[in-house]
């Protein structure tokens, strides 16, 4: 199983435990991981021991609300070591490191914000932030899915050095994508992903193209490449068209049981997993490290990091984000994206993402290459829950 430490479904991590059944009779119970050792499988009790040791001590508050988990921010702030939640009306902040990193919100908004002196990003969480009791509460499934890969990308596990990089130029031949009055999508998403072959190269990594020409490759041949390259990352690139719509967001698959960004509300199909839901943590750590750095760098409205099920995204085996790089359908936006600048600075940006997404899991990559081990729960002390240490995905210190 590849992934994050963290599971929302019952995988093996530090709120990964089966919760559901044992802990949440008086709607908000203290998590107990050793009440739930006795009911797994011998073979997994070596595995799960790894967990117990992370866990241990460690006590979280849970609530039902609308039938799912919920988290107070109180408990995750201390988790994760930040300073003291400030709740000003609806609105929160933590930080820590002096104010180094904060994480902001506002309750009743699936936006939260990473902020650090350079950088603000946004990020739309899968169930937003709650009141309830006179407290603010996240989704088990934002912490686990979200929260945690970015605080903690060190702790991504089983995570390979990368090797190649597979850039997916959106659209192509009949396939013209979003127009402008400037020219095609087919044509500037083409640009920018030979420009960042360039780059790629130049930092000694194997660069793979979807598609080299104007030719129109249908969506399961992209996926097909992919896949081809077991040590990669997918990169697709895409420029948006909508209505009024204008600035970059960062797309990632959508973690089972999460509604996908661009459906009004919840459908039979949230609770599908597919292929690349195995790469879940990688993907929210890939897209942070994206969309700072587009946000950073072009200097454009900031849509946030949202979930969806593009197939591309649902069907690779490999890390995966799929970029928009600005509205077509927007005067401003499409006179950015004409201009030669603006799509070398985007190949510039994705190149530095990968860079940042390799620093932050570098740790853990490092001791599954060289030991072979860790997934065996052997590395002693790189998984103590009571220190969690890194900066988050993207954010630098
Ligand atoms: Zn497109």
Redesign the pocket.
């Known amino acids: 199983m590849r992934g994050g430490s963290v599971g929302a479904g019952g995988e093996c991590g530090v709120l990964g435990w089966q919760l559901e059944k044992w802990a949440l009779a008086k709607g908000r119970s203290v998590v107990k991981p050793w009440a739930f050792m006795a009911r797994i499988p011998v073979i997994l009790v070596a595995v799960l021991l790894l967990c117990a040791r992370s866990a241990w001590g460690w006590e979280w508050r849970l609530a039902k609300l609308d039938g799912r988990d919920f988290v107070p921010l109180e408990n995750v702030g201390a988790f994760y070591q930040f300073s003291g939640l400030q709740v000003k009306a609806k609105s929160f902040s933590m930080s820590k490191g002096n104010g180094a990193v904060q994480l902001v919100g506002e309750a009743g908004s699936v936006e939260v914000f990473i902020v650090n002196k350079t950088t603000r990003v946004k990020i739309n969480l899968c169930f937003g932030v709650r009141e309830h009791e006179g407290e603010l509460w996240i989704s088990r499934m934002d912490l686990a899915k979200v929260i945690d890969p970015i605080l903690r990308p060190k702790e991504i596990k089983l995570s390979e050095p990368v090797r190649t990089i597979v850039l997916d130029a959106?659209?192509g031949g009949h396939d013209k994508?979003?127009t402008s009055r400037y020219g095609c999508?087919k044509d500037y998403?083409l640009d920018v992903v030979r420009r960042a072959k360039k780059h790629f190269e130049a930092m000694g990594l194997k660069v793979v193209l979807t598609r080299s020409d104007d030719t129109f490759i249908a969506l399961p041949e992209r996926v097909r490449i992919a896949n081809q390259n077991p040590n990669g990352l997918f990169i697709s690139v895409?420029?948006n068209s909508s209505g009024k719509g204008t600035g970059l967001e960062t797309y990632t698959l959508a973690p089972s049981g999460v509604p996908s960004y661009e459906n009004d509300g919840p459908r039979a199909s949230d609770k599908m997993t597919s292929p690349g839901n195995a790469r879940d943590a990688e993907n929210i750590a890939l897209a942070l490290t994206s969309h700072a750095g587009l946000v950073n760098d072009l200097r454009m409205y900031d849509r946030g990091i949202k979930r969806a099920r593009f197939h591309v995204l649902r069907e690779i085996q490999i890390p995966g984000v799929l970029v928009e790089g600005g509205f077509l359908s927007s005067g401003a936006d499409a006179r950015m994206i004409e201009s030669a600048e603006y799509r070398e600075k985007m190949a510039l940006s994705l190149r530095s993402a990968v860079e940042r997404y390799q620093t932050a899991l570098s740790a853990r990559m490092n001791v599954v290459s060289n030991q072979g081990q860790a997934e065996q729960g052997r590395d002693k002390g790189s998984r103590s829950v009571g220190k969690p240490v890194g900066a988050p995905a993207g954010v630098d210190n």
């Open positions: 959106g659209h994508g979003a999508e998403t895409h420029f």
